[in-house]
Structures are given as structure tokens and as C-alpha cells.
């Protein structure tokens, strides 16, 4: 017998529902050895510090650590601008990172690169910083280089 909340939720005349699986946690296992493990832990290193300038970026939007006369505003707009990006895109990176998502690592490589062009090419901005260009490029090269064998694992298995 068919009663009114049946036919409400189903339709007249409609098959009940079916019902949906669960979902475990076990179905997606992470791998705990070889170079897609390293590759994970590394891209969640590289995650944090990418969180950490982030917080870095928007504590100077909200003038944390300056003083009466050198706040947000009272930047140039060139900084204001290459600080707003970096505030928005770093911690995005840093989440996608953290999930391993394949789009976290391309706008981390994005914003790093960007970094590097600004520090490089735009000095007057936020001034010519080789150590942090230097750590753009080996965190770069380092996740290249762990990616890859991660890949080459993969193919031979």
C-alpha cells in the first residue's frame, strides 16, 4: 500500500527509491611509502609555508606590524596591488596543495614564479630579495624533481 508521503517524494506512480552506499574512508587509501608519499608530504610542507605568506600578505593589507605612517595606504599602488594578488593566490595554493590537488600545484607554480618575476624583474616593488628567489627556485625544483619520479613510479606499477 502506497501511502501520501511516497507518492509525495517519489512521484505517482514511481519506484521507491534506491538506496545510496556509504562512503569510506578506506576506498582512498594514501599511499604511506615510495615517491608519491614524498611527493605528498613535500607538497604539504610546501603547503604551510605557502599558508604562512599568505597570512604574511594579508597582515600587511590589515597593517599588522606597521606603523602610523606605513600602513596599506600609504604604500605605492604597484605594492598595494602585487600584495593584494599574493594575499588571495598564496592561500589558495596552499589549500591545493594541501588536498593534492593537481590545480593547487599550478597556482602554486604560479604565484611562485610570479613571486620570482617580481623580485627579479620589478625590484622597486618589494626590493631585490635573492635568498627568497633562491627558495622559489629549489622548492620549484624540488617539487619537479619529486613529481617526476613519482610519475616514473607510477608507470611501473
Do not use: K
Amino acid at each position: 500500500m502506497l501511502n501520501r508521503s511516497d507518492s509525495f517524494v517519489n512521484g505517482p506512480g514511481s519506484d521507491p527509491p534506491e538506496q545510496i552506499a556509504p562512503v569510506h574512508l578506506d576506498d582512498t587509501r594514501v599511499p604511506r611509502e615510495g615517491w608519491t608519499a614524498r611527493l605528498i608530504l613535500f607538497s604539504r610542507a610546501v603547503a604551510a609555508l605557502t599558508l604562512l605568506e599568505g597570512l604574511y600578505h594579508w597582515a600587511a593589507i590589515c597593517g599588522f606590524g606597521a606603523g602610523p605612517d606605513g600602513g596599506f595606504q600609504a604604500q605605492q599602488l604597484a605594492w598595494q596591488i602585487a600584495t593584494i594578488f599574493f594575499a588571495i593566490i598564496d592561500p589558495v595554493a596552499a589549500v591545493g596543495l594541501w588536498l593534492a590537488a593537481p590545480w593547487g600545484a599550478v597556482v602554486w607554480l604560479a604565484s611562485a614564479v610570479t613571486m620570482i618575476v617580481v623580485h627579479t624583474l620589478l625590484p622597486q616593488i618589494y626590493g631585490f630579495q635573492p635568498l627568497l628567489i633562491a627558495a622559489d627556485v629549489a622548492l620549484i625544483s624540488g617539487y619537479g624533481y619529486i613529481a617526476f619520479q613519482a610519475s616514473r613510479e607510477q608507470r611501473r606499477h
